[in-house]
């Protein structure tokens, strides 16, 4: 990823704390057990994803169009530092492992595969909110 596929475009508390909720629901969803594994892994990438333009969005910047998740996800280093990069490779090989559930057919992901997702996305749910904390406090909304 290069800064020339993000576009400089201020946010608001308002937004973050939006999207904040849109991730609440989505990690939610991953882990109800009445659904399927397909279905929870695809809430989990969704959470992954909401996270991460959370980062995007609170530096200042959004993703140009073009591959979306793909730029999303290698930015948070750049964003955020090194510290970032584990769950940037992480929820790219989510985004790939989701691709082909969802398009090459369903079954490809396992119960650890929604797991091991859902636990990479808490480490960078303490990364991000530390990363806030520091850089953007004026961006946190208290619950």
């Known amino acids: 990823m290069t800064p020339e596929a993000l576009i400089a475009q201020a946010t608001s508390r308002q937004e973050i704390a939006d999207l904040l909720e849109r991730y609440s629901v989505a990690l939610g969803d991953a882990s109800l057990s009445v659904q399927s594994v397909d279905g929870r892994y695809v809430d989990a990438y969704s959470a992954a994803f909401l996270l991460s333009k959370i980062a995007i969005r609170a530096a200042g910047y959004r993703v140009k169009s ?42 490809l992901v396992d119960d650890a595969d929604v797991e091991a997702l859902l636990a990479r996305v808490a480490v960078f749910e303490g990364v991000l909110k530390s990363w806030l904390n520091d850089a953007h406090p004026e961006l946190i909304v208290e619950a």
């Open 66 to 107: 073009g591959d979306n998740h793909r730029d999303t996800f290698s930015a948070l280093p750049w964003l955020l530092g090194s510290v970032a990069q584990p769950s940037a490779d992480a929820f790219d090989a989510a985004r790939r492992k989701r691709n082909a559930d969802m398009y090459d057919g369903a079954g």
